[in-house]
């Protein structure tokens, strides 16, 4: 499932995950989960390229009970078979 702009103008709260916290491990470990990123990585600078990692944007708690990490990338090294270089944007659901 991904985010629309009308999924995000409905988001009831926008926080910001303390670093260190079991919400902060679990949304990392979400977007690992996806592919994104390997687990050897670490969330300090997982897939750094040109000098760019991927950035924690933020947590939108949904009414009905979904909970969505966001993150970017601005130039992503691409999974085989992507173009390199390009700009990202995932969403992790809890």
Excluded: K, N
Aim: hydrophobic share 35%; proline share 6%; with cysteine.
């Amino acid at each position: 499932m991904r985010i629309t702009m009308s999924d995000t103008a409905a988001a009831t709260r926008h926080v910001l995950l303390e670093h260190g916290t079991a919400g902060w491990a679990r949304a990392w470990d979400g977007l690992a989960a996806q592919g994104w990123i390997v687990p050897e990585d670490g969330p300090a600078c997982p897939a750094c390229h040109e000098g760019e990692c991927w950035q924690y944007m933020g947590t939108h708690y949904f009414p009905g009970g979904d909970v969505g990490h966001e993150f970017r990338h601005r130039s992503y090294p691409g999974r085989p078979g992507d173009r390199a270089g390009r700009r990202v944007y995932a969403t992790v659901y809890d």
